[in-house]
Structures are given as structure tokens and as C-alpha cells.
């Protein structure tokens, strides 16, 4: 039986998220856009029923939402939102996934996309986003509202902090890479091989500080 989720954010991740939510057995109930411009508007064949402040002056009790925009630090103000007033933020594993019985994954605004691998002792804290092919390896542990972008992978042994974001293709090497610090931003195809510090910018191969 399909479970009724409620989609916020309208744009170019939109449907991505919406595909994951269908594979997962929800059906998408309505879109939330961030303002009341394009209220009654359709998206990818779903109405957009209103803007987040009309979303937000509501009682939230038992329905659920998916949040399609990537900016992290957004997404974690509004779960904190809609869990305060009642409503859940699901997380979603999509069926081609592989996790490891031993891994741990938050039960709030999880996503993992197709053909992602978190291996063994591997943690994924609440709202982080791991895009399709994405391998986290084992004994790692992943924070809060961070962005792992297609095809990344993430070497053993690493604590990635809150609200990363780790682009296309970027690879941090096992045993070499302690910590990658919080809000650090990392280029795609990157090549990552020491610890990166919080707030830093980073790209290239091997990675260089671009801005901290």
C-alpha cells in the first residue's frame, strides 16, 4: 500500500528525491514550493498546494515530507520545523542500496539513492543525503545534514562532520584521511589524502585548500 509524503522544495533535485520516495512505496501527495509565486502551479505532473510558511502555520501530526533542496543547512532548520509541530521526515533507502546489518542509519531525512554501499561499523547521521553510487566504507562516521554527491566514496576510518559536502566523484583515501571538518566543501573528483580542516574549501589531485 502506498504511504501519502508531502515533497518541499521545487527545482532540478526535485524529481530525484520524488523517484526515491516512489521506490521506497510513498505517493507524492503535493509539492511545497519556498514561496506562494507558483501556488496551484503543476511540477512533473504534481501540484504545487503552497509556499513553506503556509506549510509551517499548520498541525503536522501524522503526515510525512520529503526534502528535495540541497543547501544543508536548510534542510536541517526545516525538519527541526516539522518535527516540532508534529510531522516526520522518513528515511528513505532505495531498494538497490546494499547497507550493512552493521551500519547505523538515522531514522530522520536519511536518503540513499540507487547503487550506494555503507559498509560495516559505518554511522549516517540524521538528514544526510547520499546520491547514486556513492560508497561509504566501513568504519566511518558520517554526521548531520551533510551531501555526498554521485559516485563519491568516502575511505575507512574517517569522521566526516556535520553538514559536508562532498562533490561528484571525490575519493578521501583509508587510514589516511582522520577527520574531514565542519562545513568543509569538497570539489568534485577530488582526491582527498589528509585530514580537511572545518569551513575549508578544497579541490584538485591531490586536493588543495582553496579557501578556508
Do not use: W
Amino acid at each position: 500500500m502506498n504511504k501519502e509524503i508531502y515533497a518541499l522544495g521545487v527545482g532540478h533535485n526535485t524529481p530525484v528525491f520524488i523517484d526515491l520516495a516512489e521506490s521506497c512505496g510513498y505517493k507524492i501527495a503535493g509539492l511545497y514550493h519556498y514561496n506562494s509565486d507558483r501556488t496551484g502551479e503543476k511540477d512533473h505532473g504534481f501540484t504545487i498546494i503552497g509556499s513553506f510558511d503556509d506549510l509551517l502555520k499548520n498541525d503536522l501530526h501524522g503526515k510525512s515530507y520529503l526534502l528535495t533542496m540541497g543547501d544543508n543547512e536548510i534542510r536541517r532548520r526545516l525538519v527541526n520545523e516539522i518535527i516540532v509541530r508534529g510531522g516526520s521526515v522518513p528515511t528513505l533507502i532505495h531498494p538497490t542500496a546494499v547497507i550493512s546489518k552493521f551500519a547505523k542509519i538515522s531514522d530522520i531525512g536519511v536518503y540513499i539513492s540507487a547503487f550506494t554501499h555503507v559498509q560495516a561499523d559505518s554511522n549516517i547521521g540524521e538528514g544526510t543525503i547520499l546520491l547514486s553510487g556513492v560508497n561509504i566504507s566501513h568504519n566511518n562516521k558520517i554526521g548531520t545534514y551533510c551531501f555526498v554527491a554521485g559516485g563519491a566514496t568516502v575511505g575507512a576510518y574517517t569522521i566526516v562532520e556535520d553538514e559536508v559536502f562532498i562533490g561528484q566523484g571525490a575519493l578521501s583515501i583509508s587510514g589516511k584521511v582522520t577527520v574531514i571538518g565542519h562545513k568543509a566543501y569538497i570539489g568534485a573528483r577530488s582526491l582527498i589524502t589528509k585530514s580537511i580542516k572545518a569551513n575549508s574549501i578544497v579541490k584538485g589531485s591531490p586536493a588543495k585548500l582553496i579557501s578556508d
